[in-house]
């Protein structure tokens, strides 16, 4: 532990130009990462300022977890850079004032949960109590328990108790509701939201729509490696600009139904068609010039999941949208 | 946003002290994660006792050659618990933890890597101790070998000393196998190693061949430390089996080093 004082000492030297308040608590600059001859992330940019909540969107493979990597310092870039306020996240004191829930992560099945989090909170310098962050977590009662015995949802609340241990500014957060139930992920987004009231800094990644809706000042887009758009969640949605219309009827083909003005996206379920368009009026008046009869018409704005799926679905154009 | 402290639950600001030395909360947990496991408990702590219960407290008592065969043995299975102990405790955890995505969460942590393997080798170290003690106690007190203090103490020491090269061959082996593959391999290289060494039977009952691989085992210099201390060393003496340890150490080193690089590659780079 003298080293990473000694780390920390040494970077207080060489940083404090810059006044730490002012500090970008996250950065990506210009960050590249590849796998072999996979792009996982193109020349991305990513600032996140103290204090914000931002929620990080895609479709899987889109290159969310492989910037989180890079912001944690558990990956290198292949080019560009990351930043903890304004230091390498690669060195582990830089890593001091940041806390994480991890995907594919596990804890050692033979500990209990009280010894996990005194473990994690050992490698802090100013952690709250072990007693705090099992409360916070929702795990009192299974505070002597074996990982081995705990639900998935029990082990969920555990790493968030070994995220928030250590009192950090900033808080990642990788799909950090899978496995939790209704009532577990309201519990969960309060909890978020009192961290967020304390000034914490938290970026999280999801893909409950509803989820980043809730909780996150500014959604960042990913797809296929680079950011197709950036906004308040209220900012994506105009932005897509679209209509969902929705309507239950037979004979449509969905490649007509495409090609009718300014629809983005068309899906359907058994009989139940949804079309995201932003000429709603004309679309429905071709629909009904067709003879076609349709039956529980629909017409609403776009949620901030219609506004994702058409910002990243293949025919999208980033160009159109920005 | 930052001005409402009061919305927070009042048990969840209480920022509290640091704890004092954070290493032995690693090691304590280290500890407890294999003492919870009876299989590792079996092959580091029983079986070195029970082999020697079996096969050496009949003749515990005896001298051959000028040097007393209880002590001899002492060395010998001491040399398998200290083996099994390094082998065990860090191919199987480190393996597992690796499946597990532990060593992950950890890298993500304030942690650097170096605690991470520094409380290993103190908890293997002291499972190490304990294992021995347990040897020692039952001869002494079941087998009635009486050896003075500086006796245990000595060869304690020796054989901890002998347990780095083990230390790193399972450094080496908890990053190349698979966590369901890890403990066999173990047993697989550990046992042959302590046989073919002289360990349970005495080399010159081996077969020929066995008779003539031996000396180049690090198992055997392992052994052969104690054996010195009691007077039927092979006359290369501390200097020449250290230097064969020394040699095997620098090789399972690299073989560790090349073996973890592949694996912090695939997961961290």
Known sequence: ?322 | MSTRPEAASPSALIVSRRTRFPLLILVRAEIRQRMRVPGFVMTTLIFPTMFFAFFGLANVRRTAGGAEIGAFMMASYGAYAVMSVALIAFGVSISAERGLGWNKLLRASPMGPLPYFVAKVLMALAVGFVSLALLFAFATVVGHLHEPVAFWVKLSGLLIIGMIPFVLLGLAIGYLASPTVAAPTANLIGLPLSFASGLFVPIRLLPEGVQRVAPFLPSYHVAELGWTLVGAGDGAGYAGHLAWLAAYSAAFLALALVAYRRDEGKVFD
């Open chain 1, 1 to 322: 532990m003298v080293t990473t004082r000694m780390i920390a000492t040494i970077q207080a030297l060489v940083t404090p130009l810059v006044p730490m308040s002012d500090l970008p608590a996250i950065e990506l600059i210009h960050a590249t990462k590849h796998f072999g001859r996979l792009k996982a992330l193109d020349d991305v940019s990513i600032s996140v300022r103290q204090g914000e909540v931002v929620a990080m969107l895609g479709p899987n493979g889109a290159g969310k977890t492989t910037a989180v990597s890079l912001m944690l310092g558990l990956r290198r870039p292949t080019g560009g850079t990351a930043r903890l306020f304004g230091a390498d996240p690669r060195l582990p004191a830089s890593r001091l004032r940041l806390g994480s829930m991890l995907q594919d992560s596990g804890v050692p099945a033979m500990l209990t949960v009280r010894e996990v989090v005194e473990l994690f909170r050992a490698l802090y310098h100013r952690p709250i109590t072990e007693a705090g962050a099992i409360e916070a977590a929702q795990l009192g009662d299974k505070r002597n328990a074996r990982v081995a015995t705990l639900s998935g949802g029990q082990r969920q609340r555990l790493y968030f108790a070994l995220a928030i241990v250590g009192d950090p500014d900033v808080l990642f957060l990788d799909e950090p509701t899978v496995g939790l139930d209704v009532e577990a992920r309201r519990a969960f987004w309060e909890q978020i939201t009192r961290l967020a009231a304390r000034g914490k800094t938290v970026l999280l990644t999801t893909h409950y729509m509803e989820e980043a809706d809730a909780l996150a000042e500014r959604v960042i887009v990913v797809n296929r490696g680079v950011i197709v758009a950036e906004g308040s969640p209220t900012a994506i949605k105009t932005r897509v600009g679209g209509r969902d219309v929705r309507f239950i009827a037979d004979g449509l083909s969905p490649d007509w139904l495409s090609d009718l003005p300014g629809v983005q996206r068309v899906s359907r379920t058994g009989r139940a068609w949804s079309l995201l368009t932003v000429e709603p009026e004309t679309v429905l008046r071709e629909i009904f010039a067709s003879g076609v009869t349709i039956s529980n018409l629909e017409v609403h704005g776009a949620k901030l999941e219609e506004a994702v799926l058409a910002l990243t679905s293949a025919n999208a154009r980033p160009a159109a949208i920005a």
